[in-house]
């Protein structure tokens, strides 16, 4: 009787240690705008900043970005990716409010787009009348 209860009681902690969930994680990223970065490069004094947190559990981007300089407003703001630097891409999570800084929201990501943003291949651009394919950009890191 002994040994079936320690099998039972074994195959109980089993279960439950296996039915734990992974625990989640707030991932801490960054980005560090200028003109240089951009793709093609462009003469633009402008710089920036990116502060950007990532909840592994809910899939919850949050940013706030900073920037000045630029050669007039903002005429929009994104994450794009997935792309290496120095690679272009298409938008990924476009920003509600650009023409003060700072720009903060959030949004919930997919699991591929959590994945991209993990690997280091989304950036931050910001565009204006003078440069709208982007007048500064960084990549986003931890």
Same mark, same amino acid.
């Given at each position: 009787?002994?040994?079936?209860?320690?099998?039972?009681?074994?195959?109980?902690?089993?279960?439950?240690?296996?039915?734990?969930? &992974?625990?989640?994680?707030?991932?801490?990223?960054?980005? &560090?705008?200028?003109?240089?970065?951009?793709?093609?490069?462009?003469?633009?004094?402008?710089?920036?900043?990116?502060?950007?947190?990532?909840?592994?559990?809910?899939?919850?981007?949050?940013?706030?970005?900073?920037?000045?300089?630029?050669?007039?407003?903002?005429?929009?703001?994104?994450?794009?990716?997935?792309?290496?630097?120095?690679?272009?891409?298409?938008?990924?999570?476009?920003?509600?409010?650009?023409?003060?800084?700072?720009?903060?929201?959030?949004?919930?990501?997919?699991?591929?787009?959590?994945?991209?943003?993990?690997?280091?291949?989304?950036?931050?651009?910001?565009?204006?009348?003078?440069?709208?394919?982007?007048?500064?950009?960084?990549?986003? &890191?931890?």
């Amino acid at each position: 009787m002994t040994i079936l209860k320690l099998t039972f009681a074994t195959l109980a902690l089993g279960a439950c240690l296996a039915a734990t969930p &992974t625990l989640a994680e707030t991932v801490a990223l960054k980005a &560090t705008l200028n003109a240089a970065s951009q793709v093609p490069v462009n003469d633009s004094k402008g710089t920036g900043a990116a502060a950007v947190t990532f909840d592994t559990a809910s899939k919850k981007l949050s940013w706030k970005v900073t920037y000045a300089g630029l050669t007039g407003p903002a005429t929009a703001g994104h994450f794009h990716g997935p792309a290496d630097p120095g690679k272009n891409a298409g938008v990924a999570v476009p920003f509600a409010k650009v023409d003060t800084s700072p720009i903060e929201g959030s949004a919930t990501l997919t699991d591929a787009q959590a994945a991209d943003l993990l690997a280091g291949k989304y950036y931050v651009n910001i565009h204006t009348k003078a440069h709208p394919a982007g007048e500064i950009r960084g990549q986003v &890191t931890k």
